[in-house]
């Protein structure tokens, strides 16, 4: 397994007396593309300038390559942000606007550096037109463009495909995979999981300010797979039955009485004949098939999910 690149020890965010970001725990790895998910209000934004250090916890460690943040000035030039609204100039054009930034920065040779990042985010042939006329989606690169001066390690992008059309919100996932395989650490937040979905590689649910899941792209694809949950008495004499009756491989043991099986082939009606036959005392079973939106819901409170 690759290395931390950042980790979040309990960290709390009051304003006022309250906890906006509440005791939060993670880390994001080397490579990653880790995608924040929560609802309107959940802390997102907070954790992230957190992260990215804007704002300070109230109590809580941020540390990247195992060094606190707290006084550590390389900490921040090994981060590139994108948080709410960019500091873009609306009457100047994206090429007059990174240079400034790489000003800013102390970069010398600035015209190659800022040629090849204007490529890089696909603004290459727009160098005459002012800000104030690009798309929602023009300026999200632009936005993405300014974050990238500095060449960070890690990019930490707030809802960079909030407000595009699917066209735009392809092209910035393909920006957002493109950076990944260049080796920038990618955390990337949304409210919608689907749209994280196609592009990150964990997944962290906030809600209320709390943590309410931390899941791989495999665990989380794994929830979506339809399955039917079986539960019976004598779990260890049902297994090697329905292996050899009914050519069941795929299934995952959840406790001593209950199994989930993904084998699609098989039929309920089958299992229930054959567990009969064979004396096995059948609890409950029942398909299940979820969609990432229930899957969501579920976690923050405010839906449920389907069975059959
Ligand atoms: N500076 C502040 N002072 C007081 N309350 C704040 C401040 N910043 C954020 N909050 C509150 O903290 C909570 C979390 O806000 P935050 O912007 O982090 O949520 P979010 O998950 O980014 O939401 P959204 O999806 O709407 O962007 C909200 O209730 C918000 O009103
Ligand atoms: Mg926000």
Redesign the pocket.
Known sequence: MSKAIIEVKQITKH??A?A??DQVDFKVYEGEIFGLI??????????LKMIGGLIFPSSGEISLFNTKMRGNHAYFERMGLLIEEPGIFPHYSAYKNLDLMAISYGLTDRKKYINELLNLVGLGDVDRIKVKNFSMGMKQRLGIAIALIGSPDVLIL??PINGLDPQGISEIRKLIQELNKKGITIII?S?ILEELSKVATRYVI?NH?KVVENISKKELFLQFEERVELEVEELKQAIPILERHLNIQKYKVMNEHSIYIYDNHVKNQQIIKILTENGIVIHSLTKHKQSLEDYFLKRTGSGGESHD
Do not use: C, I, M, Q
């Open positions: 304003f006022k309250k906006v970001v929560g609802p309107n209000g959940a802390g997102k934004s907070t954790l707030d809802e937040s409210h906030l300010g």
